[in-house]
């Protein structure tokens, strides 16, 4: 193919608003189709609420800020891979399908406890001293 050869397909996104669009789209069909991203969307609320709350610090924001995106992120590329394994399976059980999903969902769950292991770094000891001090 010669570099001035136009290639044939034309669904790639030439401009930056168009990709920005489709990004957000993908975020709001995550969020109303996936009920775990909703239920770390919940949690997420509830820890910048008690973040809010236990007034944590500027870098303790920051790692909080880490541990959610770690854990959003990894949550929505869960649910594509799924949503890809299973078109290219035609949903039927395929041994190499059921490892995709499983790494993928074992990629969420290592998030999952290192946001875990975050929050309680940081909301443990500033619960400790509201209750027992």
């Given at each position: 193919m010669v570099l001035k050869d136009k290639?044939?397909?034309n669904w790639k996104n030439r401009h930056f608003v168009q990709s920005f669009k489709f990004a957000v789209?993908?975020?709001?069909?995550?969020?109303k189709e996936e009920r775990n991203v909703?239920?770390?969307?919940?949690?997420?609320?509830?820890?910048?609420?008690?973040?809010?709350f236990l007034h944590v610090s500027v870098s303790e924001w920051l790692w909080l800020i880490l541990a959610?995106?770690?854990?959003?992120s990894s949550e929505i590329w869960n649910s594509a891979i799924e949503n890809v394994v299973d078109l290219a399976t035609n949903y039927?059980?395929?041994p190499l399908a059921k490892k995709a999903k499983d790494m993928a969902a074992g990629a969420v769950l290592l998030a999952a406890?290192?946001?875990?292991?975050?929050g309680t770094v940081i909301f443990l000891p500033k619960i400790w001293v509201l209750f027992f001090n």
């Open positions: 290639p044939k397909h789209i993908g975020l709001l069909t995550a969020y909703r239920f770390h969307v919940a949690s997420i609320i509830l820890v910048v609420m008690l973040g809010a959610i995106f770690a854990v959003l039927e059980r395929n406890i290192f946001a875990l292991l975050i």
